[in-house]
């Protein structure tokens, strides 16, 4: 299969239709970040930094790292404003071998892993909302599975009814957590002294970077689906740049108020800190009002994984590395097929591995890999093509580029030495797709030839 193959577009069997506005754009990129790691991650941090300052500083650094990453995917985006993000990207600029890598990996495991978590995750706070009515194992898969497909079905009947899902998932999202905000400011049993409070240090900064990091995870998500934003030199900059911002606010209000809640000593190494917080600032029922939250921005995120990967899906199959039929788009601007497969996929993760954790950790480390190669991206074409005109150019080229690649590599390297099993998994994750890209090279190349 020839490296340039994911270029020619006019032969392609499909097109999609600008039919999305910067509205859901923004929304699909809030969506996508906003998910457990706020609600989660801030206890770890504290025990391992110890102090409040050093707590915001990480928070804010990993809201600058994300930000620097939606400018160089802007960049691309405008550039190539094709569906499938990375596996578009890396195709373009390395050949096709590293671009279908990036897609087996996000497809097979990265977002379906994610959706999948999410789902159960969602039924294990219904349960805590109404902690008489707490399902077990059997019953959360079941919970799980019903929501997976009635967000399924809505997707594949309308690209419109998808996107309306996704703007009522944010604004929802997001209000209550403004609303959550509010009432600390206003009616909250917290001190302003917690902010000089500290605590004894068990831990690097390299291993908090890592779950701040992952908790900004999804700030690329509106580059699955540029080929169908409308305007999309400009919306899509935009949209990323909005909705990263957006999230980089409302994070660092939210660890305030958790600082606010709690001295740095009472939050180091609670997993549950946003409950924790909440109970601290409001009493018992400020841990219904956190699983509540939880619960909109868990199903919100889940929405807008399944609204961004069979976007992946479609681009794979319209290069014949899936059957061409997946990238069938009907009247009302659906994926079906493609949505389908992703539905059926995700079903298998929830029935089978249960929360799917452990799969989310190890690609991860992969993850990180495509996304610093995507970056990277930028620096190659714009050598090959130097004077090409650019609709969106990204600024403090070429240190921003290479400033992100150099934060990626050093989480990857601390990755490898420190959970050096997670990374071998990753890796074999990675490397299960160099036979799959050879059996679908020649099922496409034996379709080229039949046609």
């Known amino acids: ?64 790292i994300a930000l620097a990453g939606a400018l160089c995917y802007s960049e691309l985006g405008a550039a190539m404003p094709r569906a499938g993000g990375e596996y578009v990207y890396l195709a373009e600029a390395y ?10 990996t996000s497809l097979f495991i990265g977002f379906s892993g994610a959706i999948a978590a999410a789902t159960l995750a969602f039924a294990d706070y219904l349960g805590q909302i109404h902690p008489g009515s707490g399902f077990g194992t059997g019953s959360a898969k079941l919970v799980a599975l019903i929501t997976l497909w009635v967000l399924t079905g809505a997707h594949a009947y309308a690209l419109r009814v998808a996107s309306v899902l996704q703007r009522a998932f944010a604004v929802a999202t997001v209000g209550t957590i403004v609303i959550l905000l509010g009432c600390a400011v206003a009616l909250g049993q917290g001190s302003a002294a917690h902010f000089c409070s500290s605590a004894p240090v068990h831990g690097s900064a390299a291993v908090s970077l890592i779950f701040v990091l992952y908790s900004y995870s ?23 740049v909005a909705g990263t911002g957006a999230v980089t606010v409302l994070y660092l209000a939210l660890n305030a108020m958790y600082i606010y809640a709690l001295p740095i000593n009472a939050m180091s190494g609670v997993l549950a800190i946003a409950q924790k917080a909440s109970v601290a600032l409001f009493g018992p029922l400020g841990a219904c009002a956190v699983a509540a939250i939880l619960s909109i921005a868990i199903i919100g995120s889940a929405n807008a994984m399944l609204l961004a990967s069979p976007r992946v899906f479609f681009a794979m199959a319209r290069d014949g590395f899936f059957p061409v039929s997946i990238a069938a788009c009907s009247g009302r601007g659906a994926l079906g097929l493609a949505i389908l497969c992703q539905g059926l996929w995700v079903s298998v993760l929830i029935v089978f591995f249960g929360a799917f954790e452990p799969v989310i950790v190890y690609t991860g480390f992969a993850i990180t890999i495509f996304t610093a190669m995507a970056v990277g991206a930028i620096i190659v074409l714009r050598r090959r093509r130097p004077e090409s005109t650019r609709k969106f150019q990204a600024p403090g080229y070429p240190w921003m580029p290479v400033g992100f690649m150099a934060v990626s590599l050093w989480v990857v390297i601390h990755t490898g030495i420190t ?27 034996k379709s080229s030839r039949m046609s």
């Open 1 to 64: 299969m020839p490296a340039r193959a994911v270029r020619a577009e006019s032969k392609a069997p499909q097109s999609l239709r600008r039919e999305l506005g910067l509205a859901t754009a923004i929304s699909v990129v809030v969506g996508n970040v906003i998910g457990s790691g706020i609600f989660t991650t801030s206890g770890f941090i504290a025990r391992d930094v110890g102090s409040p300052v050093s707590l915001m500083v990480l928070w804010l650094a990993g809201g600058v």
């Open 419 to 445: 959970r050096p099993w997670e990374a071998l998994l990753g890796a074999a994750t990675v490397a299960n797709g160099f036979p799959m890209y050879w059996i679908c090279s020649c099922f496409h190349q």
């Open 218 to 240: 999804g700030w690329n998500a509106a580059s699955y689906i540029a080929e169908e934003i409308r305007d999309v030199g400009r919306n899509l900059p935009r949209a990323l």
């Open 95 to 104: 050949g096709t071998l590293a671009g279908f890598l990036s897609g087996w």
